[in-house]
């Protein structure tokens, strides 16, 4: 098999990896209330709950980190996918609140090393490429996280019980899932199983902007997935079926600015797309805190899903560039502002909006996002496997050697 073809099989098996992560965590959200209800979890209690997930997920970042300096990122992402699936499994079947309890710390375990090794593997893949790839993965994501939403709100429509609606989406995304692990593939030579080598001696400091703005980015969509209904319907005085609306606008626009992400990337280049992304996802949150009605409020909410949507994935992809020889570890700790930027943000915009008013709070995460302006040239690192608009290389001046199934040659 030439190297090319293992090279499309390991985009396509990553590419559905990322699709299957994102329709288990759209499932699991989605459900909270569902959830909340079957265990008897307090309105006082649920949010320890709902924080040990991105904390377990965290420390399960810093762990894979190690782990990769020991076994491929393939093999981590192909025990943790299933892991990830099965716990998900757990949080329906269980009947006491210790059992949802230890599901969610396996779920939370789990996906942490899943968002590691995924994104690990993208980074590497993206390189071996010599183009911009990573935003086709994380559109891959939000192609499940409509399809897992979709699923979800087929479950409480049908009144099924959480594992009966879970169960079908495990077991017709489980499957697939193992097949193609098969496919994952590791690049030698671009940082995969290589966590810890080549790390600078300033790496941290140089790391640093890049995490800064991915704990904003995820302020900044924990906001919409965590407040859009509740603003709709309070602030803007929306009915309660058109409050659900702009969550599911969101998604789509993601969805469909990270399908065609990659080409503005490889016409203009990581940093301007990132800087026009900020701008647009900042211009988002100013209509949503100025909108006069709900109709305004979710076109705020749509120019939110445009301009977010790029950040995240040219995060990791500039972190790859600016440590070509450890980006596995760069991945990692990058992976770890995934989820302070989700426990930040919402308690950070309901504790404004509550001492002061929504609209306000609003306002937040619109600077913070602008952040993002002030390193961005963080995303135009270069290296001698640059890459973009004047420096994509062609299949045969490839200068990796590609293996298979985790087993690097």
């Known amino acids: 098999?030439?190297?090319?073809?293992?090279?499309?099989?390991?985009?396509?098996?990553?590419?559905f990896s990322f699709f299957a992560q994102g329709v288990a965590f759209a499932l699991l959200v989605t459900r909270i209330p569902a959830i909340q209800d079957r265990y008897g979890i307090s309105d006082g209690l649920l949010p320890a709950f709902l924080a040990a997930v991105?904390?377990?997920?965290?420390?399960s970042s810093v762990a894979t980190e190690h782990l990769v300096k020991r076994v491929a990122p393939s093999a981590v992402l192909r025990w943790a996918q299933p892991v990830v699936l099965l716990a998900l499994l757990g949080v329906g079947a269980g009947s006491r609140m210790w059992h949802v309890a230890l599901a969610l710390g396996v779920f939370g375990l789990a996906v942490?090393?899943?968002?590691?090794?995924?994104n690990?593997?993208?980074?590497?893949?993206?390189?071996?490429?010599?183009?911009?790839?990573?935003?086709?993965?994380?559109?891959?994501y939000s192609l499940g996280g409509i399809v897992g939403a979709s699923a979800a709100w087929a479950g409480a429509h049908w009144h099924l019980s959480l594992f009966t609606g879970y169960l079908p989406a495990v077991v017709a995304v489980l499957p697939p899932a193992l097949i193609g692990s098969r496919y994952y593939v590791d690049v030698k030579g671009a940082g995969?199983?290589?966590?810890?080598?080549?790390?600078?001696?300033?790496?941290?400091?140089?790391?640093?902007?890049?995490?800064?703005?991915?704990?904003?980015?995820?302020?900044?969509?924990?906001?919409?997935s965590n407040w859009s209904a509740k603003y709709l319907q309070d602030v803007l005085g929306s009915s309660e079926q058109l409050a659900t609306v702009p969550y599911n606008v969101y998604m789509v626009t993601t969805l469909v600015g990270r399908a065609v992400g990659d080409f503005g990337v490889r016409r203009f280049g990581a940093v301007a797309v990132v800087r026009c992304g900020a701008v647009v996802a900042a211009a988002g949150f100013g209509v949503v805190a100025a909108a006069p009605g709900a109709w305004v409020g979710m076109l705020g909410f749509t120019l939110l899903g445009i301009g977010l949507c790029v950040i995240v994935p040219q995060t990791f992809a500039a972190a790859g560039r600016l440590f070509p020889n450890a980006s596995d570890t760069a991945v990692a700790r990058l992976n770890i502002f995934n989820y302070v930027g989700f426990l930040v943000g919402s308690p950070l915009v309901g504790g404004i909006g509550d001492a002061w008013n929504y609209r306000g709070a609003m306002v937040v995460p619109m600077a913070l996002v602008l952040v993002t302006l002030v390193h961005a040239r963080s995303f135009g690192a270069v290296d001698v496997a640059r890459y973009g608009v004047r420096h994509e290389r062609r299949a045969g001046d490839r200068a990796f050697d590609v293996g298979r199934g985790g087993n690097e040659v």
Not at 1 to 15: I, K, N, Q, S
């Open 54 to 59: 991105p904390v377990l997920a965290g420390v």
């Open 192 to 224: 995969a199983g290589e966590a810890g080598q080549g790390w600078p001696e300033r790496g941290g400091r140089l790391l640093l902007p890049l995490c800064l703005v991915m704990a904003c980015a995820y302020i900044g969509d924990s906001t919409v």
């Open 112 to 118: 942490g090393a899943l968002d590691a090794s995924m």
């Open 1 to 15: 098999m030439t190297d090319d073809v293992r090279l499309r099989r390991g985009r396509g098996a990553l590419g």
């Open 120 to 140: 690990m593997l993208g980074v590497s893949l993206q390189r071996a490429y010599g183009r911009s790839i990573m935003l086709g993965f994380h559109a891959a």
